[in-house]
């Protein structure tokens, strides 16, 4: 069983150098605007998923002719098959 000693050692070089930032005056401000906007996201992507808009009812991207990305010709619609 292989051990990803690579992954824990970046994920502690990454902690190292978040816990050094918040000992940086001149970074310090950079780091705190990082995690606000971090954590506006974990906000708002919960939020986005359980109450964002979703397909219409009946349509699935893979009925819809517009998500097929197909080529048209004098910009008219491709002709149903």
């Known amino acids: 069983m292989a051990v990803p000693y690579l992954t824990w050692l970046v994920i ?3 902690l190292a150098v978040l816990a050094s930032m918040a000992f940086m005056a001149e970074q310090r401000s ?3 605007a990082s ?3 971090r ?3 974990a906000v708002a992507y919960p939020l986005r998923r359980r109450f964002g808009r ?3 009812r ?3 991207p ?3 002719v517009q998500s ?8 008219r619609p491709p002709e149903p098959p």
């Open 58 to 60: 009946g349509r699935t």
């Open 30 to 32: 950079q780091l705190i």
């Open 54 to 56: 979703t397909p219409p």
């Open 35 to 37: 995690l606000v906007s």
């Open 39 to 41: 954590a506006v996201v």
């Open 12 to 14: 502690a070089a990454l």
């Open 62 to 64: 893979d009925t819809d």
């Open 68 to 75: 097929q990305n197909l080529v048209t010709v004098g910009g």
